[in-house]
């Protein structure tokens, strides 16, 4: 089996650099055209890998390890997706109650269930999300608009609407909050710490900033005074990149940084090394025995994302022998293929073309 690895860039670099292709959230739809009739092995957390598998025609979607707990899969996945212990997590009740407000449009956020997603009338970042209801405000100053996500991101997407259109309504769900747990815990005050000491050093001219729109309040705050570039992760790579800047503060997961350093030696690169765990539960090692198995004999479980609410998924075992149990009571299972229903996976694409 010829096996195209691709990994998302919140990945550690030690996976980046084994691997094939790096992408970022909104890169990983743009670009999965170009893999139909391919098989990937996806680096990642396991809504990327099926917006990938929803995006592109007939793809084989391999993930390098899951765990499976109580029926549901556990890792790798997004707290705002699977609960975890922090954040809320988006379900389909949020799209029923979201529909009760007649909003002119509801927007599901990329950190979303595929089937989630197909419900709504499209999936959102922050730029895009802009964009759709700049749309709707043109026409009508007075609209209304739910977003269903990050509500950081959508307080930031609130801000931005409100300084043209004071009048249209952003409507944030659900409704007990939902965020992204290693973007919270970015500490402000020792990044804006870190940010007058270069700034000190190298003059405010020359130090770029710049942050996902997923940390505080505080944090975003401080990048509203300071003009910071906010941007999702392939925006992020970006920015600097196409910077006279040599100097930057970054406010988001590791492995953005390690992706720039990758890419250019010419940057000085600063930022407050968090890690996405759900990402880091994917190594090297998992990797490479992923794709042992593969070449050996074929992906050790199938699961069939079938239903569109909770438990998502149907997993069928391939391969007994290779499934371990861990520390916390979980199923790991290495080498899984991903399938999704074609309902389910024809309504996620068509959301998920709002983002092309």
Known sequence: ?????????????????????????????????????????FCGVLYMAED????????????????????????????MIAYQGRS???????????????????????NTPLSVKGETDGVYNGTSALESIERIARVDERGSAVLIGDVNVNAWIAEKISQKH????????????VFCPPHIDIDPEKFIERWEELVKVHGEENVGLEMHPEVSPLLQRFGFEKNAYFGGTDGLVREPLGSDKRVWLIGTVEGIVERIRTLTDQKELHSPGVICPPMAYTTP?????AREILREGGPAATIHYQSPEE????????????????RDGGMRIPAVELTIDDEI???GRRALSVLL
């Open 1 to 41: 089996m010829k096996l195209i690895t691709i990994s998302h860039n919140y990945q550690t670099g030690a996976v980046q650099r084994i691997s094939d292709v790096v992408l970022g959230t909104s890169g990983i739809v743009r670009n999965a055209e170009r893999y139909s009739g391919k098989s990937v092995l």
């Open 52 to 79: 990938l598998y929803a995006m592109a025609d007939d793809l084989h979607v391999f993930i390098p390890e899951i765990t499976l707990r109580d029926g549901k899969v556990l890792r790798p996945r997004c707290p």
């Open 88 to 110: 809320g997590i988006i379900t389909m009740e949020d799209v029923r109650r979201a529909r009760e407000l007649r909003p002119d449009i509801i927007l599901s956020y990329i």
């Open 166 to 177: 004071p009048e249209f309504t952003i409507i944030s769900m659900p409704s007990d909050g």
């Open 285 to 289: 090692g998992k990797v490479e025995r």
């Open 311 to 326: 438990p998502y998924y149907s997993v069928e075992i391939h391969r007994e022998e290779l499934i371990t149990n861990g």
């Open 345 to 347: 996976k024809e309504k």
